[in-house]
């Protein structure tokens, strides 16, 4: 399988753990995107990723939430302290520019 | 800055043509995307327009007017599989960060 790949597909964590998540992008795609998307709502833009530099972090994103892309390859999402606000689908994307491609999603639960 | 609207939801009757529009205002072009997401999938790549004009896959087609910042999905014969959440997105500023729309919940009826 050569599309997006994220890991683990599915979490349950409780208030106030860390958590990270994986993302393997499509091989040749320079661009990684997060997203968080609550139900009835388009994906939140959250960061992107050009090679191995952060281009873009939103506002919106506390300083409770990282993420690296250590090689220009995969990359790792964290939540520090999880809040029950943080339950979401977590979707990464990757891009050459003139199409984008999501993974499966990663879908937090914070009890 | 950016802001993509389009309308919250649709319905539709099966067999029937059904019209998506977005409009978006962003400060540089570079793009826009329209993916279909079935609820608790991630979304999926339908179409990639650049240049103003329709640009037809099967039953999907998109439409682009860059003068108006306006976009249209239509899909043709309906099928009840068709009923999901369409989502209009634009590259941003410099064409780096990828922005959606809240996304156009579309229901199919027999």
């Known amino acids: 399988d050569t599309g997006v790949s994220q890991d683990p597909r599915h979490k349950i964590t409780k208030r106030g753990q860390n958590v990270t998540f994986r993302c393997d992008p499509i091989s040749e795609h320079n661009r990684l995107y997060w997203y968080r998307q609550t139900l009835g709502q388009g994906p939140e833009f959250l960061t992107y990723f050009q090679n191995e530099a952060q281009l873009e972090k939103s506002r919106l994103l506390s300083d409770r939430f990282s993420a690296e892309r250590p090689k220009g390859s995969f990359s790792t999402l964290e939540i520090q302290r999880t809040e029950q606000g943080d339950s979401a689908m977590y979707l990464c994307a990757s891009t050459s520019g003139t199409a984008a491609f999501f993974g499966q999603g990663t879908r937090l639960t914070v009890v | 800055g950016q802001n993509i609207d389009q309308p919250t939801e649709m319905t539709a009757t099966e067999g029937a043509i059904v019209q998506i529009n977005c409009t978006y205002q962003?400060?540089?072009?570079?793009?826009l995307f329209w993916y279909q997401q079935h609820a608790g999938e991630a979304p999926t790549f339908l179409s990639y327009n650049v240049l103003d004009g329709l640009e037809e896959k099967g039953r999907f087609s998109s439409f682009l007017s860059r003068s108006k910042g306006y976009s249209y999905l239509l899909l043709k014969e309906l099928q009840m599989k068709d009923s999901a959440s369409y989502l209009c997105?634009?590259?941003?500023?410099?064409?780096?960060?990828?922005?959606f729309g809240q996304g156009t919940e579309l229901s199919v009826k027999p």
């Open positions: 997105a634009t590259f941003g500023n410099q064409g780096g960060k990828l922005i």
């Open positions: 962003t400060s540089g072009f570079n793009g």
